[in-house]
T-cell receptor, first 114, second 112 residues
Framework: SAVISQKPSRDICQRGTSLTIQCQVDSQVTMMFWYRQQPGQSLTLIATANQGSEATYESGFVIDKFPISRPNLTFSTLTVSNMSPEDSSIYLC???????????FGSGTRLTVV | GQSLEQPSEVTAVEGAIVQINCTYQTSGFYGLSWYQQHDGGAPTFLSYNALDGLEETGRFSSFLSRSDSYGYLLLQELQMKDSASYFCAVKSVYNQGGKLIFGQGTELSVKP
């Protein structure tokens, strides 16, 4: 199965600033997914990132707030822009490896906005 | 839209069997999967059903009925370490590929 390195693992940020989260996968994958998970809640899909094209955002999420880069088949970044305390959450990246049915998740970034 | 329903919490004792149900409404259904998440950890894949029937993986089994838009996860010989949140997730396929949508999660507490 794929191994994902996600960083930072946690951060405390001032409101109005931006944070970029990185995910590196040890194999080439077509699609990478970014999720948000608020404490005690489920995972909400933010966007799907394909290499070489713009990310596809889910309802309620916009590119200006969550710009995503996907420069190659093993790497992606998610930026949380102009942060407010409501953005405090865990952010996770995920990939699907074609050789097996399940999705693999990064270890998550725990973001606190103060 | 897409929606999944599962119980918010379940309690059972060590050694018992527990079943966590999931009903879903979605377009472009491709399969139903189950994930386990311990506090502070990332979700980990448990099981996947693309076709009707039962899939068995050790102590965990998963069932799917596509005609009923229903599935369940069965955990046998419960152990304390099985205390975690369990999510059902639907994989749906659209013109740009597939995506995974999660249910709200079931918190399982295993008591001695």
């Amino acid at each position: 199965s794929a191994v994902i390195s996600q960083k930072p693992s946690r951060d405390i940020c001032q409101r109005g600033t931006s944070l970029t989260i990185q995910c590196q996968v040890d194999s080439q994958v077509t699609m990478m997914f970014w999720y948000r998970q608020q404490p005690g809640q489920s995972l909400t899909l933010i966007a799907t990132a394909n290499q070489g094209s713009e990310a596809t955002y889910e309802s309620g999420f916009v590119i200006d707030k969550f710009p995503i880069s996907r420069p190659n088949l093993t790497f992606s970044t998610l930026t949380v822009s102009n942060m407010s305390p409501e953005d405090s959450s865990i952010y996770l990246c995920s990939v699907e490896v074609s050789s097996r049915p399940g999705y693999t998740f990064g270890s998550g970034t725990r973001l606190t906005v103060v | 839209g897409q929606s999944l329903e599962q119980p918010s919490e379940v309690t059972a004792v060590e050694g018992a069997i527990v079943q966590i149900n999931c009903t879903y409404q979605t377009s472009g259904f491709y399969g139903l999967s189950w994930y386990q998440q311990h506090d502070g950890g990332a979700p980990t894949f448990l099981s996947y059903n693309a076709l009707d029937g039962l899939e068995e993986t050790g102590r965990f089994s998963s069932f799917l009925s596509r005609s009923d838009s229903y599935g369940y996860l069965l955990l046998q010989e419960l152990q304390m370490k099985d205390s975690a949140s369990y999510f059902c997730a639907v994989k749906s396929v659209y013109n740009q590929g597939g995506k995974l949508i999660f249910g709200q999660g079931t918190e399982l507490s295993v008591k001695p």
